[in-house]
């Protein structure tokens, strides 16, 4: 295994900006799939967000379109990758662009939210990457803008969330519309059996690079549960906030809701108790999702609400605490949430709040774990009756779905603003 950049075999201007950019010894992911997919073979990568794993098939990429640069046609383009969310999508533009500022290549990104005039004319010339989201796409494909008959490189990126997600019948149909002659790339944090089936639709004789086991959680997050009832989930959050504002070092939080509608409460509530939060999901313009981004990102918005649009899509070092004020009604979802902390290297603690009417999610995510989320007792809002019905085995009472997008089990809002205990230290950080 290659254990240093330099000895990798990429072109003069990649290894200069990875020197610019201090980069050494890569990642096990970049180690193993890099020299592989320079020697053209098709990946089937399993990795768990964080891994590094955007720059090990970029990387690659932007070598080959070094290497050999052809003239692009009008409305197609040599590389397409497809990503679930806008997030993620713009993530994986911006290391293309990073890693090759010594290139020359043109880029654009397609997804929705947004005017597609750009989008159109962007694509009138043609470029060498494309970036996109899957439905934005199909749009403009079956308007005539896009034709995917050119694509060299096609990459699929976070499949599991992209199913999770929907997206399977469009991910069908855009990979019909692709030539057979192809080097393709299969990146997922799991490997179920869906997505299984649908790797050997796309690729041919793969190379197999696994990282970790199918389902896991990083080392260096320390991951906590607590048993608590809803109506005392918002004071328990409120008392990790405090905690976390008063660290010697300042770190950033992301809480997670289930429900759109009820990110929004929370986020609601929690700036009224005197923590600045804003809330980030998928009814929210992409000018909206990108300027809440960019003042959490700065620190000028402590804390984050987010919906699972934002598992995936957020990369940011300085994230300390996640919460789950929502236990997720997907258990791989829990994966890629606690995910967001603990990256670069740097620790990262990640609270868990289980409610009556979440046990049965809770056991999902243990079973798929394949561990127990070590309990939190200690917090004075700590309901005993409800660890007992979860050792017991107790099947809590079907809920009805609610409104504001949430679906899947349990799908109501449930973050709401229980009446705050704002401490004058909280009040105080609001008026600065």
């Known amino acids: 295994m290659t254990t240093t950049f330099e000895a ?16 050494t010894t890569p990642s096990p992911v970049q180690a193993q799939a890099i020299p592989l997919l320079l020697e053209g073979r098709d990946i089937l990568g399993c990795a768990q967000t964080g891994t590094g794993k955007t720059a090990s098939f970029a990387l690659p990429i932007l070598n080959a379109l070094h290497s050999d640069p052809r003239p692009i046609r009008t409305k197609q383009c040599r590389v397409l990758v497809l990503a679930p969310t806008r997030e993620l999508a713009g993530q994986v533009a911006k290391s293309f662009s990073t890693y090759g500022e010594k290139v ?31 439905g934005r796409l199909l749009d403009l494909i079956d308007q005539g803008c896009i034709d995917l008959s050119a694509v060299d490189f096609f990459v ?14 469009d991910v069908n149909r855009i990979i019909d519309l692709l030539p057979k002659k192809k080097q393709s790339l299969f990146f997922s944090a799991t490997l179920a059996p869906n997505i299984v089936t649908l790797a050997q639709k796309i690729l041919k004789n793969p190379a197999h690079v696994t990282i970790t086991p199918e389902v896991t959680t990083a080392e260096r997050i320390q991951q906590k549960l607590c048993f608590v009832d809803r109506g005392n989930k918002m004071y328990l959050l409120q008392q990790l906030l405090e905690k976390q504002s008063q ?6 939080t992301i809480v997670f809701g289930r429900t ?20 980030i999901h998928g009814n929210k ?21 987010a919906t699972d649009v934002a598992a995936r899509g957020v990369d940011v070092k300085d994230i300390g ?13 829990y994966v890629h949430r606690i995910g967001r902390t603990g990256r670069a290297g740097a620790d990262g603690l990640a609270v868990s709040f289980c409610a009556e009417d979440e046990i049965d999610f809770l056991r999902d995510i243990e079973k798929l774990i394949k561990n127990q989320i070590p309990r939190d007792t200690s917090h004075q809002w700590h309901s005993e009756n409800l660890q007992e019905k979860h050792r017991t085995g107790f099947k809590p009472p079907k809920v009805k779905q609610g409104g504001g997008g949430g679906g899947g089990r349990g799908g109501q809002s449930s973050s709401q603003g229980t009446p705050s205990r704002t401490s004058g230290a909280a009040r105080r950080r609001t008026r600065r």
């Open 8 to 23: 990798m075999a990429l072109a003069a201007p990649l290894k200069q900006v990875l020197t610019e950019l201090n980069y």
């Open 104 to 134: 020359r290549f043109r880029l654009t990104t397609i997804w929705g939210g947004v005017g597609q005039r750009p989008q159109v004319n962007a694509m009138r010339a043609g470029v060498d990457v494309l970036v996109a989201t899957p």
């Open 156 to 169: 699929l990126d976070e499949v599991d969330r992209m199913l999770d997600m929907g997206f399977l019948r």
């Open 247 to 252: 660290a010697s070092e300042a770190k950033l």
């Open 260 to 279: 759109k509608h009820g990110s929004n409460k929370l986020a609601i509530a929690l700036t009224a108790a005197g923590y600045e939060a804003e809330a």
């Open 285 to 305: 313009s992409q000018a909206q999702r990108e300027k809440a981004l960019a003042k959490f990102k700065q620190g000028l918005v402590p804390v984050l609400v």
């Open 321 to 333: 605490l996640v919460v789950n004020y929502d236990l997720p009604n997907e258990p791989e979802a």
